[in-house]
Each structure stands twice: as structure tokens, then as C-alpha cells.
């Protein structure tokens, strides 16, 4: 007995330093991380930004990442991803609003439009600085980035200084909200603002994808390298300087990956009211000789990055959307070269004719063959012997196996088209899946769009 009792005496003395080695960590950690809670200067930066085609995505991860290396702790974030709380907690923040389609707010704003700034909030805590982002050929000159201060204004928050607006990336504009973000935070980034760095590529190649077509040409540009070529990704956009008078900048989805080496683009060639050929894509598809130098900035569009190789993927598109498409295809085959487990993908494309507008049918039929892509589906618009149909339609048509995908963790990916084939889509998804899932997919980031 008084045996027994001894071992159980040892047992509990052992246990009890065990416990406390085990909690005494613990303990630390929990003083931390209660300090780092309540010191607000410990809380980084919040820069949220909404975003339709990467730029604003980017000049927000670009001053997020100076301000961190100049010692102020910086986070960009999607503006759907800030939530009211975020807001309320706030003392100091940053925002870049882009403008996209008619004045609208671009995807990315999506849930904090409809929840957080429809209902009435007390920010009065809270100081920022905000930069619209726009165009003023359009007539809604940065709208939602007016509505998105005017907003916070009556919400209570109070402007550090005056709204930025950026006309098409204007570089004095962004170079004064450098200057005034640099006061704000007390950093000096005043370089943060400027746009990615340009490279100097020449023309070698340019073909048409579809002679014939009813539809206006396709061109395929491919641009090889002067320059060393920076990085990039599926989904990444070159953005194409446009000499002239006046000078302009044009985005393209990138069609190709950094390790083809080249740049390769589709256009397709633009008539304006008068008949005269786009400026971006007039020149692109017929003025630029080969050989001939281009300016080009190539943009991260986090927005539209591809998902783990290992997720299902739903490509839905039309016309030179391909390209955007095609290029997560190549990644998914890069992946699977590099003995990855990749997922299943499945293709649906929308053209006017099967005969002349199957594009690029060849690497599609690759794919099929090696795995890469799954299932192909095409819709074709203006054929005579067959009934005219829209990618949009193919959804409807399809609706049991695309919930089956979506069940199985399925992204879709829509690129191309805004007005016709996007908002076809976005409507054939609502009616297929309800605003509510489709909302949750897109705030999952499982429902994104490159689309213009
Ligand atoms: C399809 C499309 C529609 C646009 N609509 C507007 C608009 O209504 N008002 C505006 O000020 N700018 C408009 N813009 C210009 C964008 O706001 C501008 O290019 C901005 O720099 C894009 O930033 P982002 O890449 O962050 O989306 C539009 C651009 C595109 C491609």
C-alpha cells in the first residue's frame, strides 16, 4: 500500500511538471499574442483595394510590400474581404478603387458593396487616404472610386487628404498619391505608386486564327524578348504601349508562360464608329512591322491566378478569352511534366463558326489526348446546318455535370467578353446555382473573371 502510494505521489509530481513544461509555452505565447493585439501600432496597414484587370491589385501589393521594407507594416486586400469590423477597427487605411463596365464597381468589391455599404456605420476613428483609379473616356470618370469616399465621408471617417484620381495610370497623379501616402504612414515610398517597369520586345510573329470568319480577326501576336523578360503567371496581363499621337496603353491577356519565352497575345482587330481599326489593335494587327520594337509592362492580376494544379477547373470563354484560358491549360501541363497531380479541366467556348473559328483547335485536341483537359465543349453562333448557340447556353445544357464538378471543389474561370458572353454567364450561373452560392464561390475566390 504505502508502496502504491508513493508511485501514484511520483506519477502526479511527473504529470504535473509535464503540464506545466507544456502550458508554461503557452503561456508566452498567449502574453504575445494579447500584446500584439492591443498595441495598434502592431496591426499592419490594411490597403484594400477593388480591382478588375490587376492594376490596382498590383499598385496596392507593390506599396504594401515598400511601406513593409520602410518599416510600416503593410497589408493589401481585396476590398470584399474587408469586412465591417475591419472598418470599425480601424484608425488608418488606404483604399484603391478602380472603375470598371458602365461606372460600375469592379468583382472584387462584390460582397463589401452589397453588405458593408448598404448599411449605416460609425467610422469615426477612422482617417484614410483613397485613390480612384479610371479613365475619363468613359462616362462614369472614376465612379465607384467618388461613391466609395463619399461613402466612408458620411460613414463618419475623415480623409487624410484629398482623393487621388488617376486617369489611365496618369503618372503625376499616381507620383502625388505617393507623396501623400509617404506624409500619411510617415514612410517615404514615394516610388510605391510608380507602374511596373517596361520592357522593350519586337514583333516576331503574326498570323490571323480565323480567315473567313464572319467575325471580326483574330490576330496572334508573338513577341520575343529585347530585354530580360520578368516573371509571370497564368492569368497576368501584358500591357502594350500604343506609340502615336496621342501615346496609349493597351491590356492583353498573356497567352503564353515566362518559360516559352515569348510573349504571345490574341487581339482581336476593333472597328470604331467610323470605320477606322482600333488604335491598340490596328496597330498590333497591321501597322507594327516584324521585327519592329513594343513597349510592354507586364501586370500581376492576382484576380484571375489559377487555383493548387490539383483543383477541378471550369473554362468558360469566348473569342480571344481563349487566351486567358489556354494559358492555365499550359500551366496545368507544365505541372503535370513536372509529375504533379492535376486536377481535372473542362473547356467551354463559345465562337461564331465551327468551320472557321474552332481556334487553336490543335492544342486543344492535344490536351484532350494527354489529359490536360478533360471535356470540351463549343458553342457555335452562326452555323447554317446547326442551331444557333451561345457558350452561356452550354451551361444551362450541362447544368447537372457543372453542379457534379462544383460538388467535387470545381473553380470556373470566365474569360473574354463582358457585355453578351460574361454577363450570360454570370446569369446562366445564377439561374443554375442561386445569387447566394454563386456570391459564396466568387468570395471563396472559386468564381473568377477576367472579362472587358
Ligand atoms: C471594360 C472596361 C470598362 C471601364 N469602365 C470605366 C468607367 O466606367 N469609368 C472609368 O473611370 N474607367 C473605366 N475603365 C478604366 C479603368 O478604370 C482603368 O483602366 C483602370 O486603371 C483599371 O484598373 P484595374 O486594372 O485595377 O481594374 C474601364 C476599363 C475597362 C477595361
Redesign the pocket.
Known sequence: MTADTARWAWALLACTAWLGLLVLPLRQQWRTWRNTRTLPAEAPLLIAYA???????QLAEDLARTLAAHGCPAQARPLQRIRAEDLAAAERMLFIA???????A?DNAGAFVTRVMQGTRRLQRLQYGLLA????S??????FGRELDAWLRAAGATPAFARVEAD??NAAALASWGQAVARFTGCSPDTAATASATQRWALAQRSVLNPGSPGAPIHRIVLQPLDPAPHWQAGDIARIHVPGQPAAWR?YTLASLPHEREVQLLVREARRADGQRGLGSGWLGHGLAIGGEVRVQIRRNSGFHGPDAATPLVLVGNGTGLAGLAVHLKERESAQQASQIIGPAWLLFGERTRRCDALCDGALQAWLASGVLQRLDRAFSRDADAPARYVQELLGLHGALLRDWLARGAAIYVCGQ?DGMAQGVDAALRALLGDAALAQLAADGRYRRDV?
Open positions: 480591382s478588375q484587370s490587376g492594376f490596382g491589385a478602380s472603375t470598371t463596365g458602365a461606372g460600375d469592379p483609379l479610371g479613365d475619363s468613359y462616362a462614369g470618370f472614376c465612379r489611365g495610370g491590356d463582358r472587358y
